[in-house]
Every structure is written in C-alpha cells, then in structure tokens.
C-alpha cells in the first residue's frame, strides 16, 4: 500500500526527531512492503520566517490532501515576544481545528526498562506502566460560555462545563475502538457526585458502549480518586476516556509518573482516519542542532500512525518492540542515560531502532 504522509517538522528539535521518524517508517515500509511517501510543510516559527504566518494555507491544503500528519513541535525564544495571534502555538491550534480533531490520545508509558527514572516507588511501576488517557479536546470549559461583571468584591467571573450527547458519544467511540485492540476495559473519569454534565457523561459511556461495543467493560472514578490512584497503583489503568479539563490535568500526571517526556507520544483525531500525531514535549531550543534530543517520542508517534490511521497492527507492534530491545540492550538518549548503560546520539538511536525493525 502507499501512504502519502504531511511532515511538519516545526522549530528547534522538530526536524531532528522527524528524520528518526522517517527513518524508522521507510524501514517498516521496506520490511512489510509499503511505501510512505513524505511531504514537509511549514508551521510554527519556521512558517512566520517563510511566510509571516504559523500556519500558511498551503500547509493546511497539504494535511487535508494526505493520509495523515506527523508533527515535531513548534515554538522557540526568538518568536516569544510575537503578537499573540503570530505566535508558533497559534499554528498547531489552527492545524487541530482546521483537520476537526475532537480528541487528543496520550500514551503515558513506563517501559520496564526504565522503571527507575519515575519518581514513584518500585514496588508500583515494576512491571512497566501504561496509561492512555483519551481526551475529549474540543468542548467542555475550555470551550464553554464565560463572562465576568461587578466591580471592587462583587467582581466576579465564571465558565461553564456544558457537553451533549452527541459530544460524549464520539469521543467514547474513539475510546471503544482504542481498548477493542487492548484489554477491552476502559475507565470513565468524571465528577458525578457533584456536576450535572458529568451525570450526563457517566450514563451516556454507559450506554453508549452497552449498545454499540457491548465486549467493553466500563468502570466510573472520580477525578480526586483518579488523581491518587495514578500516583498509587498505576497498573490498574489501560484505556481512560475523560473531559477536556480532567484530560489536560490527569495527562500530564500521567506522564510525569513515567518520568521521561522524550519517549512520550500522543495522536489527535477526528472524523475519519487522518490524524495528528506528535511527541508530548516541545521543541527543546536549549538542545536544538546538537543531535542529543530523544527522537523516541515521534518514532512512537509514527507507530501510533500505523495503527489507528492506517490499521497496520503488526508494524505498529515491530516498532515498539525494536524501541523495547535497544532500551533493553542498554542503550540511552541523553535525557534518559544511566550508570553503567551506552550513551548515544538523537541520530543514533534512531538507527539503532530503524536497524531492529
Ligand atoms: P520542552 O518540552 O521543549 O522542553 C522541556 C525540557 O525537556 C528541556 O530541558 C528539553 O531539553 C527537554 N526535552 C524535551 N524534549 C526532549 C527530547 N526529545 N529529548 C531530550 N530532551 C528533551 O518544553 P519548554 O522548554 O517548556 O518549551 C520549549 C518551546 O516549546 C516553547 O517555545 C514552548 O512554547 C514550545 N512547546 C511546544 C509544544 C508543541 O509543539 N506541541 C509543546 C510544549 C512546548
């Protein structure tokens, strides 16, 4: 099969992690007999240089002619002091809602071999951790009404939680599909016990899933209970599906248990099969151009491009296992090296896993 493939590489590390990337895919491509086709676009800081925008039509044109989009990150000191409309950032939220990606996937895994750099104890992440937080991305608070009035201690302000059915029920598709290829347990987060919205989240998952994917097992926490639950028993999550304000604060969470930002990838999607994938870390400037920055997080984000937009399960499944057997063999990225393992390049390891596919 051929699959036409958007690069956006954006600013500082983005082009160095993308080449790791590209690396690996053209030797799953040889290996399994694809071909990926790769076109680079502008966004971000690179883009305002280029053409005074992040986000140049032609780069929207080329992610909505292709199959799918891998994006290094976007941003950097010298466009901080920009117009908040010419920011870098400005680009990626333009590109989320330009291809109408409604949900945001964040792995937070914890390879067995780098248990040590969490920071929880070794008796609850010894076998390795991971937790997929699905997040709902377009609705929710962040989206909803808001206002502000009064003056002096009658100044007030206010935002409101309002989802619909219909908003439930697509992000719980993407959460069904997602735990159908894994455990087949998924666990709703909400706030039930307090907010309106989430009493509507929690019944809509239910039926939801009982009607369209009745194989799926699905468990209610409470946002505060699933706060404490990351930090102490990890291992009991799999596939979580969350609101947009819980999502944003429970991944981050998530990803701070695993203790390395450079292996962690995440994937945004919509409507069809087309996505956005990306590692959850930005663009490094402090590391730019000196070849030290992990490149696994996007070699991740690739695979999870072969799997949820391209449904190529044995591919996405070699690459994790090559990333698993040169961690295994010792073999460590500056951000993640160790006493007593062999410290190499951004470029080297991306080889060293290319090589293992
Ligand atoms: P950052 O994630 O870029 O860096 C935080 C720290 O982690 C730095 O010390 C960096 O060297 C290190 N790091 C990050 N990725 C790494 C990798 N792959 N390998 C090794 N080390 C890695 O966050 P920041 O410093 O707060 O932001 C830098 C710029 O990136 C800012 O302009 C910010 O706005 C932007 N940003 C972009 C995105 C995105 O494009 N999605 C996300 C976050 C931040």
Redesign the pocket.
Known sequence: MNYSIAVLE?????PE?CAGAIKVLNKVGEKYGHKFSFTRYDI??AAIDACGTPLPEKTVEGCLASDSVL???????K??NMPVDK???KG?LGIRKAMGLYSNIRPAKLWKSLVSASPLKYEAVKDGIEIIIVRELTGGIYFGERGKGGEGKDEYAWDTEKYSVYEIERIMKIACELAMKRTKKIISVDKANVLESSRLWRRTVHEYAAKHYPEITVEDMLVDNTAMQIVKNPAQFDVVVTSNIFGDILSDEAAQVTGS??MLASSSLGDGTRGLY??????????AGKD???????ILAAAMMLRDSFSLQREYEAIEKAVESVLEDGYR????MEEGRTKVS?SRMAELIAERI
């Open positions: 954006g600013d500082g590390i983005g992690i971000g800081g994006l290094g990150a976007v941003g950097g000191y466009w901080d920011r870098p950032e990626l930002i450079g990306e590692p959850i870390h930005g663009s490094a400037p402090d590391i030290l920055a992990n490149p696994i997080a996007t990225t500056a951000d993640i951004g």
